[in-house]
């Protein structure tokens, strides 16, 4: 990576960890280092049958997670960082508020279902607490955030594609849907997708954790049951900014995080690295990675378009967890009803990019469906994120 800002960011993140400083220092930098020397990183590629090459499924399966560098062009990201701009505009002035600074009815005022998740500056609102199933077991430090910062910001946007058209068509990018398909199967399903929004001085920390919640203890265990997401980089994702992962921790089941902080001595956890991404490149990450990310101390800010996708064995007949949609059992038919989104983006990346080849969806082949992105599909889309396919 060739950022700059690196070490300013590096150094300004060590000087909020007072005297774990030059600690915090060493750990961002060795971390570089060593997420740069693994062998999971390059763009998409095919094998001669058109399956996604076995060196990327072997690295993603041993490692947990997969760097695809150059998958979004400048176009698209310029697209997408104006529509963020736009939607920005669009946020109401503070938690629980229905308008925005301009009086005007806010973006998700009108939501049935949780859309902006808060935070005050810096904070790790969900760390050592009982939301979401109490899966961030540790709180990280919350640093002090400067005097000018807000009282409060978003930090996360769940139900993303009601809002954003241009998230609606990096979910229908047809590489990224082939993937999809050759990890969970021609008929992979959707699971939910999300902003995560990290400004500089004031993103907030997203404490360790594992993402799966219902199959830990399923007889059918293994590496992929809880499925993965894909995380595409607006900015890109340093070590100051970026999600952290346990290279291999899929793996090993449900992780007491608090005893791999004790082991570590801090929370800087032994061994973990960051995501190191350029603008445009896309994470795979197995949700049952230990993963999390810091407070944005530094300089860059990180935005991720994040979508995920499970096997559909995975969801078909469970009980869901509760934790991005009301608990409830996904049966054939609120999957189908779910998975209409991948229509939407796939007819809307078509509208924006003619060239590209769209991606076939297997069970929208079976059965004969097509669909059309337009103004009533958008108003469809409200509320969309209650058929979370939360596991
Ligand atoms: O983007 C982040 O900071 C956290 C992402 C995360 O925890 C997730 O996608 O599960």
Request: aromatic fraction near 10%.
């Amino acid at each position: 990576m060739s950022d700059p800002h690196y070490m300013e960011s590096i150094e300004a993140c060590a000087a909020h960890y007072g005297d774990d400083s030059d600690a915090m220092r060493d750990y961002l930098i060795s971390g570089h280092k060593r997420a740069m020397a693994l062998d999971n990183r390059g763009p998409i590629e095919y094998d001669a049958d058109g399956n996604l090459a076995g060196h990327i499924v072997d690295a993603y399966k041993k490692y947990g997670f997969y760097v695809f560098t150059g998958v979004l062009y400048q176009d698209e990201l310029d697209d997408i960082k104006q529509d963020l701009a736009e939607m920005k505009e669009r946020f109401p002035v503070g938690p629980g508020e229905k308008l925005t600074a301009d009086g005007a009815p806010a973006l998700g005022a009108d939501c049935e279902t949780t859309t902006l998740v808060w935070s005050k500056p810096l904070g790790d609102p969900l760390g050592g607490s009982a939301l979401a199933n109490g899966r961030h077991q540790v709180k990280l430090l919350e640093p002090k955030a400067a005097d000018d910062a807000p009282a409060a910001a978003p930090f996360i946007l769940l139900g993303s594609l009601q809002f954003s058209e241009t998230c609606l068509r990096v979910y229908g990018h047809p590489q990224l849907l082939k993937v999809a398909e050759d990890i969970n199967g021609k008929d992979f399903a959707p699971f939910n997708e999300s902003l995560f929004i990290k400004e500089p001085g004031i993103g907030a920390a997203v404490s360790w954790h594992q993402d799966g919640t219902t199959h830990w203890d399923s007889e059918d265990f293994d590496d992929g049951i809880h499925g993965f997401n894909f995380m595409a980089q607006v900015y890109g994702s340093t070590a100051v900014n970026g999600v952290w992962v346990l290279p291999g921790s899929h793996k090993l089941g449900k992780v007491d995080i608090k005893q791999l902080v004790a082991e570590s001595g801090s929370e800087r956890i032994a061994d973990t690295v960051p995501l190191v991404c350029d603008a445009g490149d896309v994470v795979m990450c197995n949700r049952q990675l230990v993963h999390g990310s810091f407070a944005n101390t530094g300089f860059e800010p990180r935005i991720t378009v994040n979508m995920g996708f499970h096997r559909r064995s995975s969801v078909l007949g469970v009980t869901g967890a509760g934790t991005h949609s009301a608990v409830q059992v996904f049966d054939e038919e609120l999957i189908a009803k779910r998975s209409e989104v991948i229509g939407f983006g796939i007819d809307a990346r078509r509208k924006r990019f003619p060239n590209e080849t769209p991606y076939e969806y297997q069970p929208f082949v079976e059965k004969g469906l097509s669909y059309e992105w337009n103004e009533a599909a958008k108003a469809s889309l409200h509320d969309y994120n209650a058929l979370d396919l939360s596991i």
